[in-house]
Structure formats: C-alpha cells, structure tokens
C-alpha cells in the first residue's frame, strides 16, 4: 500500500507506535510506544521510551498522564526511585555513574505531560516533549553535550526491551521476514527473558516457538527440538498461539524434510476463534489487550467492527495463519511428488491471505512471497513458463515494496536468475545475478541460505575451467556475498556484544546500525511511494526521501571508516574485496585459493598474484563430504565404548584423488608455492588440506611398503603431503585476510603468556551447579565435574619460556590461571603471544542444547564459572601477534551449533568463528587452533610447540610451524597426520615469530629449505 504524504510526516503522534524527535543535528533519537509502562493506570495514559543511536539504553522517557498532579507525581516518583536521586531542590542524578538527570513537567487541563531523562539530552528531551504536548513532530536540532553512560545492551536487545510486547514481536518477525534468522533468534530469546514471569495479555510461548523456529531454520535441529519442547510445557488456551505452535513446528519438521509428519502436524485439529469485538458488544468488558488498543489509538472504532490499519484483530490473525498452514501443507505435498494437488491448496492459500484487509498488511508479504514462489515452481515444473515467470516475478516486486535491499529480496533476485540459466536466458540472467552481488557488496549484507540459487551463475562464469579474467573477476566478488549460516550467527552475536561495549568503536558501532535501520526505513516508505506515482505531493516527497537517504548513507560511510581502525569490528565485517586488493598485500610466492559449495557442486578460485584461474571440481560436494569422513575417520576417530580417539592407517589413496580432483587444475603452481593462504568450505571445513598427497609416486612406493611383511601402514614418512613444501595457512575469508596482513604490528612489550594446568575441583560441591552452557535447559546442560579434574600438564608452556627467556614472559597455571583473574587483567595487551594450554569446552554436553564453546579454566572468584567464553574473550584487550590454543579439541567434529562458534573446520553450519574469530576481534593478528585432540603420544604435540618456537627466530609464523612440522612427518612413529597436520595458523601468519616490540612486523618471505 503507497504511503501518502497524508499518512506519513503529516499523521498525529497519538497516532503513532513511534516518532523521530527533531530533524537535524548529530544525534538520530526516536521516541517509542509504551502502553504497558507502569506509570499508565488509566486507557487514556500514554508513554514512551526516548532511544538515541549513540546510546545502548532508552535516555529518556515522555508520558502524557491523567489524574491529579500529585498522583502523577508520586507514580513518576515511584517509577524511578530504584535508579534515580533527587535533592530537596529536586536536582536529580542517576544513581550509576552519577549522570545528572532531568525532570520536565507540563499541565495542560487534565493532562499532565513529564519528560524525563539525561541532562546530556536535554534537546530530545525538549522537542519529545512538545511533539506530545502539540500531536505533531517538532522540528529542531539535537546537541548531545557529553555521553558518559556505560552501555549496556546491544541495540537488537534495546528495541526488544523498551518495545511494548506487541511491537517488539512485529519487530522480531520483521527480521524473520528479511531473512536475518540469526538476529531474530537473539530477538526473541530477549523478549522472552524479559517476559519471564509477565502475566496479564502476555504469551511467552510465542517467543519459545520463534527461537525454536529461527534455530531449525539455521539447521540447528537438535536446539530447536528441545525448544518446541519446553514449549509444549507452557499450555495455552488461545487459538492464535496454538496455530501459531502448529505452524511453527510443521516448518521445523519441513526443514527436515519429514513431509509426512508436516501434513499430520497440521491437520491436527484447533478451536475456532472467538469474536473480540463481540465479546466487547455482548459483555462490555475493556481487557487489558483492548485497553493497550485504546491507548495506541484514540479511535474508538476498530474495535467496533471498523479497520484498523496499525494492528491485526486476532481473528484476522488467525484467517492469516490458517492460510500459512495451507500453504504449508501444499509445499510438503509438492516435495512429496504431488504438485497438482498442491497448486490448488496454494491458490486456496493466496486468496485466504489477501482476504485480510485487501492483501494490505505487511505482515504477509513474505507469506504471499513464498505461495508466489511454490506456484512458480510448480509451473516451471509442468512446462507452464510464462506462468512460472511471472509468478517469481511477482514475488520480487512484493518484497521490494515492503524490504528493500534485504536478504529476502535477494535470495527471490536470485530464484528467478536461476530460472532463466534453466530457460537458457543467459543474459538476462546475468544482469540479475550482478544486480544481487552488486547491492549486496554496497551494502555489506553477506547472504545466506541461498547458495543453490548461485550455482547456476557460477557455472556460466566458470564455463569449462578456462573463464576469461573479467569472469574469474566478476567470480571471486560474487562467491564473498555467501555466508554459512552457523557464521551469520556467530556475527550476529559478536555485532551484540560489540554494542554492549562502552568504549568508541562499540559507540561507533551503534551509530553505525541505527543510521542502517533509519536507512531501512526511509527506503521501504521510498519504494512504497514508488506505486503512487502521479498523486499529489509524491515526487516531492520521493525526493525529500532520497535527499535524506544519501545523507544518511553518506554519514553512515564515514563512521565505518572510523570502525576499520578496530579489530572488534574488522573481525565481523563483510566489506567487499577487489582482486587488486587482495594482490597488493601478498607476498612473492605466496598464493590464495578459496573453496565454495553450492547446489553439491565445489567450485574453487586460486591466483597467486601473477594468475587467477576458477573452476569447477570433478566431484561433487556430497562425494567430497564422503572423503573427507573416511580421512577423518582415519586420523581421529570417538570410541564411545572405550571413550577414547581412536587412529587408524591413514588412507593415502584417498588423500590423493581429494588433491587431484579439486586442485589438479593448479598443481604446479600449487607446488611452486612457499606459503598458501586456503579458505575452505562444505567438507574441507573439518579437514586440514595439509595432509593431501601431492604425487601418484609416493602413494605407490607407501602401498608397496605396506604391504610387504614387515611393512608399517602407519608409517608414511616418505609420502609427499602438500604441506610438505608447501606452508598452509587459513583464512576465515579474503577480507578478513586483508584486514589481518594491514594490521600493525603489536606494541606489546613482553614477548609470551602461558596459562593452562587449571586447578581441579574434585569433590567442591558449593560449584557443582554452575557449569552450564546457557540459561535453557540449565539442568540437562550442565558440564560435569570430571571436565575439571583432568588437567592439561604446564612442562609445554614451561618448555616455551626457557626458549622465550624468564624475563620477557609469565606463565600462569593452577589456581592463578581462573576466569575472573584473566577478564580482570588489564595488562594482556603487554604480551605479543598468548598460549593457552588448556582444554576447549567446544561442543555441547548434550544435542539439544545450545552451544557456548569456552576454554576451561580453574575457578576463581565467588560468581566465577570456571569457563572462559568466546563472548568474554570478544571483549578482551589484547595486542597479540600470535594465539596458540594448545591441547584443545577446537575443532572437533560437533554439532552444528558447537563448531560455528568453536573457531574451526566441522559441522554443516559454521566454523572458522566463534572462538577464533572472538581473539581477532579482542585483538589478535592470528590464531593457532586445532581440528582435533592434540595428541600426547610419543610428546607430538610438546614437541611441535616447543620446535615451533625453536624454529621460530628471525622465521614468520607459518614458516616456523612448517618447520616444526618436518621433524614430525619424517620420524616413523609421529609420520601419521595425526600427529603432525592438527594445527592451523588463522590470519595473518606473515609476522616474525620471536621478536620484541620493536622489531615485529610483517617479515620478508624466506624460503622453507628442506
């Protein structure tokens, strides 16, 4: 529906759940609904929240209240007694951090009107005021004095938290919508923390459902699961909830592909729903949701039986969601090979949704999106093309009314390019396909979820193996707008915690995403106008529109300029890269070769600054998953009987045609590298490339040996890995790369900190409840003592300090080396090199269970935990060059959820994050983890530490570890993978291992010599 000028600046703000407050000036602040705010007692009280982009709270607050000037009084009093001081002479400070706070009253008849908030936002505070008193927006400028508020919450969790219910759950399923699964599932786990205990108009199930929905939605099955079940122990007798549970678990079972068990969950029978507007006629009661009605709006009558345009009835609710059961039910029929019944539930479908005010609710566009897109499945499937045409193509002009520039309006861009590489419409296709890339570049909005929808235009780019520089070009930029979702999510959370800082980049950080949503909005109103072309007034607004749009974007682009001086916000950003980029930070014999999965085809893109070739592997994705399962399987195997890792023969043979079939394009280019910089995907996630057999004539001189009588199969010294000659580092993704080689070198004055050997805990039963990974499900998530009691031995890090020198390191171990005592260090920027020799806490103790990888620690202080998270990781200090982390299983292979966020190489949603990427973030330059159990046999590990350091003078990272590796593949009894290949360097290891403040900095390249 277009937006008049009428309805837009122009409409009351009685009328409204929000309003902007003043026009101009260096601060955006908004003032937002609360009619459920304490101060309100009557239907006619109003509140709202002031919330400025600068600031993680509310700064203030605006009420218009009823009653006598005293009652007012002392409920306002009352409200802000826990926080707020006043004098005598009522000069007034909030409590934390003693900030003076501002108290402005006005009585107009029987209205009192109050705003009150920090004095630094006087202005706000001022013109919100006079917005209410007048019912319409005051303009004027907003000057913030001085901002010393801590910070508190990132913006996401603000908006759910100072939202009324009601519309922080639009705002929940407006991300859902976009397609930002990850930032919704923070949302709502917010509003049902803040819920907690609610009562009166309150449904806490709803947001359970929503978190459980956008975990399946992530592929995160086993989470979702347990969520939908502690559901199912809230009972609940509204129809809207129990077809909203309905809906939700069917797709949860869709997402498995359980079509089956979809039909039969919704099928299931549910009470019809009762009339409100009835019930108000019959009985004369005003509830407390008819109230919240009232209040939101002075018209009286929508709830009459009149349309009302800002919120659904609950009966049109209900016809809303019926319609998404019936188009649930056709997809799973078409999945199921039944496409012609499913057409006819999906125009059924379609035409109960538009029932609702016309088709005029925004909260069904995607629903509408989605039946669009069936039906021109199931055309294009019956050879009906016109028809299948035009239904994606409706599709996207919905979207791009209501969610301009979203992920939601790519992902249909891309559905429908998609169609017309099947229809051999290659050109048009092509325009389609550099539309999306090119938006999502602009707009840094990484995508995921619709990889498949690419195949196609990666398959015209790489043509038969040999594309033209323009397309391996045109290649490399669209393969970095994919993001795997398990990464979506673990940005999503360190973008929260970033906003919870109080130092400049988080306060940059917060400018930055409020001036985006204010972006979002001015677009959506901006397309929305787009339909009412030639109506009074739209072009002149259109163009205020745009004005404002490019000054937004134009200020949003400096500040992000700023943030690229900080490590917190390098390790989260998805900027795009240029190829010359890239090229002009790497280092003469030095290559990068990226792997992306779509549709279970692998593509691969390798230049080594003079060539760049893409091209398509001979194997598909699932025959790679295959391979690297059997490799896996051979190198680091659970036995659950035994409870214990488990190594077997290496399979060489295996190791071979994994090379030859995807790196065989580029073997000898390959092979004349000294240092390759590798960023997997799909299988190679959980695998090192290190361990791959580079020549058929080792393989046939290793199966000979071992195959006489006295032969060794685990002996294969003379084998020729890739890692061999070649030094192997990972990168989380090309940009991160770039970001890490242009860092500066740590100021750091101490060389080395050690810490590891926890203290174990034994029999302390006053900590026997604390070990858990999360607030769900705390008491089938709990970590058991014994992880505690197993205590990794302190002679590696003592090894590495005799080789450091006593005077430039420390170590800390036993009771000193707890979590309270490392978040509590303000001197961890003095060390260039961290080392943690300890055991990682990656996956979850049970499936079901939300996964929060940590690295053990002892206990400490009286609310210590024992665990350090890779949030409170994130929000170290640190100015490291190099983070080891020793005798941790960083990487092994887990649930989805535990190795997105444990920091490597696993799973089918993530990785390469979450611990690895919080000590970028915290200010690491690189980080050594593992993909398995550090092995103790034969002291591999101990000696490839302490060699890495023995190696490591006047030698870059990757050069030193490549060198303590050779020791370890040439000895007979640690030749095995197992014992050598564990370990990855992630980011930039071009630094000088051993050297002091003075002298570290990116070393020449050297060559590896034998």
Request: proline share 4%; glycine share 6%.
């Amino acid at each position: 529906m277009a937006t008049s000028p009428a309805n837009g600046q122009d409409r009351p703000v009685s009328l409204r759940d929000s309003f902007p407050i003043g026009t101009g000036g260096d601060t955006l602040c908004q003032a937002q609904s609360r009619s459920l705010d304490p101060a309100n007692i009557s239907p006619f009280d109003r509140s709202w929240a002031i919330v400025c982009r600068d600031s993680a709270k509310p700064i203030g607050y605006v009420f218009a209240l009823r009653e006598s000037a005293g009652d007012v009084r002392s409920r306002l009093t009352a409200r802000r007694a826990d926080n707020v001081t006043c004098d005598s002479s009522e000069a007034c400070v909030w409590r934390e951090g003693n900030l003076p706070y501002t108290i402005i009253s006005r009585e107009t008849g029987k209205v009192h009107y109050v705003a009150e908030g920090f004095t630094a936002y006087g202005d706000a505070l001022n013109l919100a005021l006079e917005s209410v008193m007048t019912d319409k927006l005051v303009e004027g400028d907003i000057r913030v004095v001085t901002t010393s508020l801590g910070d508190t919450e990132a913006f996401a969790r603000v908006q759910a938290l100072t939202l009324e219910p009601d519309q922080a759950l639009a705002e929940g399923y407006r991300r859902n919508n976009k397609g930002d699964y990850a930032d919704a599932a923070a949302f709502f786990e917010t509003l049902e923390q803040r819920l907690t205990g609610e009562e009166e108009g309150i449904e806490p199930g709803e947001f359970l459902i929503n978190r459980a929905l956008q975990k399946s939605n992530l592929g995160d099955f086993a989470e979702a699961d347990a969520l939908f079940t502690e559901a199912q122990q809230i009972p609940t007798d509204d129809p809207v909830q129990a077809r909203l549970r309905r809906n939700f678990e069917a797709i949860h079972l869709i997402n498995q592909r359980k079509y089956g068990a979809a039909i039969n969950r919704l099928n299931q029978p549910i009470a019809a729903i009762v009339d409100s507007a009835e019930v108000l006629r019959s009985k004369g009661e005003i509830t407390r949701p008819i109230a919240a009605r009232i209040n939101r709006d002075t018209d009286f009558g929508d709830i009459l039986g009149y349309v009302d345009d800002l919120k659904l009835t609950p009966e049109e609710r209900a016809i809303i969601i019926d319609a998404q059961a019936r188009h649930l039910v056709a997809t799973a029929q078409r999945l199921s090979g039944q496409p012609d019944i499913a057409r006819e539930g999906l125009i059924l479908a379609l035409a109960e949704a538009v029932s609702v005010r016309e088709g005029r609710v925004v909260s069904i566009i995607r629903l509408r999106t989605q039946i669009l897109t069936e039906l021109g499945v199931i055309a294009e499937n019956q050879g009906n093309f016109a028809e299948a045409e035009n239904f994606y193509s409706q599709a996207i002009t919905l979207l791009a009314t209501q969610y301009p520039e979203t992920r939601a309006l790519s992902a249909a861009k891309a559905r429908l390019a998609a169609y017309y590489m099947r229809r051999d419409q290659t050109d048009q296709a092509r325009t389609i396909y550099r539309e999306v890339v090119e938006n999502s570049l602009n707009r840094r909005n990484a995508l995921s979820g619709f990889a498949n929808q690419l195949s196609p235009y990666f398959d015209l780019l790489v043509g038969d193996g040999n594309p033209s520089d323009a397309d391996v070009q045109e290649f490399f930029e669209a393969t970095q707008i994919l993001v795997r979702p398990g990464v979506a999510e673990t940005q999503a959370i360190l973008s929260r915690e970033l906003s919870t800082g109080d130092d400049e980049a988080a306060r940059l950080f917060r400018q930055s995403t409020n001036i985006g949503r204010s972006i979002e909005r001015l677009r959506i109103e901006f397309s929305a106008l787009g339909e009412a072309d030639g109506q009074r007034g739209v072009a002149e607004r259109r163009e205020r529109l745009a004005s404002e749009i490019e000054r937004l974007e134009s200020a949003q682009q400096e500040i992000l300029v700023s943030l690229s001086a900080y490590p917190q916000y390098t390790a989260l950003a998805t900027r795009q890269l240029g190829l010359d980029e890239l090229f002009s930070v790497m280092q003469p014999g030095e290559g990068f070769t990226r792997v992306s999965v779509a549709s279970d085809k692998v593509y691969i893109f390798f230049t080594d600054g003079q060539i760049s070739r893409a091209w398509r592997a001979s194997l598909s994705a699932n025959e790679m998953d295959q391979r690297v399962d059997a490799l896996r399987d051979t190198i680091s195997q659970f036995d659950p009987a035994t409870r214990q890792y488990l190594t077997t023969p290496y399979d060489v043979a295996t190791a071979r045609s994994l090379y030859s079939d995807l790196f065989g394009p580029v073997d000898s280019q390959l092979r004349g590298l000294d240092h390759l910089i590798f960023e997997p995907d799909g299988a190679l996630l959980r695998l090192p490339i290190d361990l791959l057999v580079t020549d058929d004539a080792s393989v046939a001189r290793f199966t000979e040996r071992s195959e006489s009588i006295d032969g060794d199969p685990f002996d294969v010294s003379d084998v020729n890995w890739l890692a061999r000659d070649t030094a192997i580092s990972t990168a989380v993704s090309a940009r991160a790369f770039v970001d890490a080689r242009g860092a500066p070198a740590s100021n750091a004055r101490q060389q080395y900190l050690g810490m590891g050997e926890n203290a174990a805990v034994f029999n302390k039963a006053n900590i026997s409840s604390v070990r858990t990974i999360g607030a769900d499900n705390a008491g089938n998530c709990a970590w058991p003592l014994a992880e505690w009691n197993k205590p990794i031995s302190a002679a590696e890090l003592l090894s590495v300090r005799s080789l450091v020198g006593q005077s430039q390191s420390e170590i800390l171990t036993g009771a000193a080396f707890n979590d309270s005592a490392i978040k509590s260090r303000d001197d961890l920027d003095d060390f260039r090199i961290l080392h943690f020799a300890t055991h990682g806490l990656v996956t979850a103790p049970r499936a079901e269970c939300p996964a929060r990888p940590a690295l053990l620690t002892s206990f400490g202080e009286q609310n210590s935990d024992g665990l350090l998270t890779f949030r409170e990781i994130f929000d170290l200090r640190l100015d490291a060059d190099l983070v080891i982390l020793s005798a941790c299983d960083t990487a092994g292979r887990a649930t989805v959820a535990a190795t997105r966020e444990a920091g490597l190489m696993t799973g089918g949603g993530g990785s390469l994050d979450g611990l690895v990427r919080a000590f970028v973030g915290a200010g690491g330059r690189s980080v050594m983890a593992s993909h398995w159990p550090a092995p103790d046999d034969f002291d591999a590990t101990s000696r490839l530490i302490t060699g890495l350091f023995e190696k490591g003078e006047n030698r870059t990272i990757w050069a030193a570890l490549a060198e303590a590796q050779k020791p370890l593949m040439n000895d007979p009894l640690t030749s095995h993978p197992y014992y050598w290949a564990g370990f990855a360097v992630i980011g930039d290891g071009a630094r000088t291992l051993r050297a002091d403040s003075a002298t570290a900095q990116l070393s020449r390249k050297e060559p590896l010599g034998d």
